[in-house]
């Protein structure tokens, strides 16, 4: 899997689900979520980021509750993927589920913020050229990802456009 270059958006550790879909406006479809998106640590990200561009950020990334909105909007506003150490087990699922692709990669904290990277099969190649491995990826969840989601793949499958 190569890719266009991407422009990151930097992120700092524990970034969490109401962060990313605030509470305050779940009441609202995704569209109106997603205007709100990381608005109390980047006010600019909902208005500024464009389709295809990437979350870099720490450790624990997608705490907090259950809520898929929060993998949801980062779908909604374009996002190609997010890269961290680790993810929240929920945010996780949730995540693939929906079709965003999230790559583990403990040294994702090297990539630097506005830094332009091409994610391989086998991790993200900075714009330095360096080479930050990340952790493989089951097919079914890449397949996932390629489907734009997981009711997508289903829909798929159901009308016998892909194979088990």
Same mark, same amino acid.
């Given at each position: ?53 990437? +979350? ?13 909105? !929060? %993998? @949801?909007? $980062?779908?909604? &506003? ?52 360096? +080479? ?13 990802? !390629? %489907? @734009?989601? $997981?009711?997508? &793949? ?11």
């Amino acid at each position: 899997m190569t890719t266009e270059k991407s422009y990151v958006w930097k992120l700092g550790a524990d970034i969490d689900t109401d962060a990313l879909a605030p509470g305050a406006y779940m009441k609202h479809g995704i569209d109106v979520i997603a205007q709100h998106c990381l608005e109390a640590i980047r006010p600019d990200f909902a208005t500024k980021v464009q389709p295809g561009d990437v +979350l870099v950020a720490g450790p624990n990334f997608g705490i907090g509750s259950s809520r898929e909105q !929060a %993998a @949801g909007v $980062l779908v909604h &506003l374009g996002i190609k993927a997010v890269v961290a150490p680790s993810f929240s087990g929920l945010f996780f699922r949730n995540a693939f589920n929906l079709g965003l692709l999230l790559l583990t990669c403990a040294k994702a904290e090297q990539i630097q913020e506005a830094e332009s990277v091409n994610i391989l099969s086998n991790g993200i190649q900075c714009a330095d050229g360096k +080479l930050l491995t990340c952790h493989p990826i089951p097919d079914f969840l890449m397949n996932m990802v !390629a %489907a @734009g989601g $997981l009711m997508n &793949l289903l829909k798929l499958r159901s009308q016998g456009k892909l194979h088990a």
